[in-house]
């Protein structure tokens, strides 16, 4: 993605500061989207990004990042605290400071399970204008990020080859338990292979209320979670993972299991992907299921042209949606 460095006495923020930038960078995309009971109709988004980043003297790294509309959403709220922690309550921006100790973040950023852990949706994916391929009834993105108001805190280090990664999520009420979560990362070479390793666990409140996962809902309140995934790729281009999630209920007998594997394909300006997903539990009468398609052809010049498309399955009721356009960079 272009940058383009905005250059300025006024970017120094500190006098004892050693460096600070701000970049700007942005994407924007149209076309159409259409599919079961969505009339065809036009897509359009412009999205702006703001980039800080500083140095201490004692050699330790911070930033941020924020989207323009955030930037004005923050605006409008007052000085009463709780304003601000509304104003905040799943904001797309990240603080950050980093040293030898590790990396801490808070905002909008994973959880340590979700940092851990590679989707199938994440396997070599070039993307798709109205992200069909990550809609899909099938699809599992962020575990149980989210059960209270999605801002995270999260320590995260890498030792060589291994990672390890810390988060928390706060009730802003104080009447629940904190939400928690561990993450590792470990890269390994089996029989030639390259592979990226993930295992990851996270609890939150059983009082949370939360019976959502994904794209699907299980009518029963959910605990914990635990889960893996491997994702390798080939010299020809190819790529391929697997994960694997269990949902634990606080009932314990609708627990809930998830498979999701990702195919990606890359050769000289084309790209194509797809991943699967399967939903089980004793709540359903059937598995949930779903499968999501890109394919990108890329334009030069931070251009492509992009076509996704996705279908979903519950046992009784199926329906696709799909989009076509064009995705650019900034």
């Known amino acids: 993605m272009k940058k383009v460095l905005l250059t300025s006495t006024a970017l120094v923020a500190f006098a004892g500061a050693a460096s600070a930038e701000v970049s700007l960078s942005g994407s924007a995309e149209m076309g159409l989207l259409g599919g079961d009971g969505i009339e065809t109709q036009f897509i359009q988004s412009v999205d702006v990004r703001f980039s800080l980043s ?17 930037a004005v959403d923050m605006s409008l709220a007052g000085n ?76 995260d280090n890498t030792f060589g080859d291994f990672g390890v990664a810390l988060s928390v999520e706060l009730d802003d009420t104080g009447s629940l338990d904190a939400g928690y979560a561990v993450g590792f990362k470990y890269n390994a070479n089996l029989a030639g292979l390259d592979l990226a390793l993930g295992l990851g666990y996270q609890a939150i409140d059983e009082n949370t209320g939360r019976s959502c996962v994904g794209n699907i809902c299980t009518g029963e309140d959910l605990e914990s979670a635990v889960g893996f995934s491997v ?12 994960a694997y999630t269990q949902f634990a209920a606080v009932s314990g007998d609708e627990d809930v299991t998830h498979v999701g594997v990702g195919f990606g394909y890359a050769m000289d300006a084309f790209a194509v992907h797809l991943n699967y997903g399967q939903y089980d539990s004793d709540a359903f009468a059937d598995p949930i299921t779903g499968f999501g398609l890109t394919a990108a052809y890329d334009l030069g010049g931070g251009a492509a042209v992009n076509l996704g498309y996705a279908v979903s399955d519950n046992g009784t009721t199926d329906t696709d949606h799909w989009s076509l356009g064009l995705t650019m960079a900034f």
Not at 54 to 70: K, N, P
């Open 54 to 70: 500083g140095e201490t003297d004692g050699g330790l790294t911070f930033g941020a990042t924020i989207d323009l509309d955030d």
């Open 231 to 242: 994702t390798t790729a080939f010299d020809n281009g190819l790529s391929a993972g697997l």
């Open 80 to 155: 009463d605290p709780v304003d601000v922690a509304t104003s905040t309550q799943w904001a797309d921006f990240t603080v950050f400071i980093s040293g030898n100790f590790g990396t801490v973040t808070m905002g909008d950023t994973d959880g340590a399970m979700d940092w851990a852990l590679t989707e199938g949706g994440n396997v070599a994916n070039p993307g798709s204008i109205a992200d069909n391929e990550t809609l899909h009834w099938g699809y599992l993105g962020s575990y149980l990020d989210g059960s209270y108001d999605g801002q995270i805190l999260r320590y």
